[in-house]
């Protein structure tokens, strides 16, 4: 087990209190064994959030073709965030982040961290696709990801930010490339 906290399910009438396990693979939430929910980290599973305030209030996870949310404290859903952002995706975290750019609409600000990120607009495959790809390579000269989520119906992948340009521009503005030049681009490019 990595994180466990309560949280509480609001109903119409009585609220109920439940612990959450959070696992490498999973979460479980419920006051005794066996748990009442079981939730898997997986991009064909969403973890639903709930943003007031600029802070996390409360997480959801679909139950019986239902979103069912769970209000705990700020600071432990913000531990649950970090610990399943590259495990799953989420739902209604846009306005976490805050465009800075006007003319590089890919470049956010983390408006909680205060770090400047990339942001990619994606279709489903592409998401799957790009994720499974970026999970399996950990190399300091590709980029990691921070977390994706859903808004609208459209998808977004969040990543480091590098400024500069990138390879493919480089070479476009340099078409007259020295030896050495080449010889450190494809050094680098086989290191990885």
Request: hydrophobic content about 35%.
């Amino acid at each position: 087990m990595i994180l466990q906290f309560k949280c509480e399910r609001l109903h119409y009438l009585l609220n109920t209190h439940y612990v959450v396990n959070v696992y490498k693979d999973k979460l479980t939430i419920g006051k005794n064994d066996p748990p009442k929910y079981e939730y898997y980290f997986t991009l064909q599973n969403v973890l639903h959030w709930y943003v007031d305030g600029l802070k996390i209030q409360a997480f959801g996870i679909q139950h019986n073709d239902v979103i069912k949310f769970f209000k705990a404290n700020h600071k432990d859903l913000e531990l649950l965030r970090n610990i399943s952002r590259n495990l799953i995706y989420f739902d209604n975290l846009i306005e976490l982040y805050k465009q800075i750019d006007i003319d590089d609409s890919s470049k956010i600000l983390d408006q909680l961290s205060h770090q400047t990120y990339t942001l990619k607009c994606l279709n489903y495959a592409q998401l799957e696709r790009q994720v499974s790809l970026l999970r399996g390579l950990n190399h300091p000269s590709i980029l990691s990801i921070r977390e994706c989520f859903e808004h609208n119906n459209q998808y977004y992948i969040v990543t480091e930010f590098l400024g500069g340009i990138n390879l493919e521009n480089f070479i476009t503005k340099n078409q007259k490339l020295s030896h050495l030049q080449c010889q450190s681009i494809i050094t680098v490019s086989l290191k990885v």
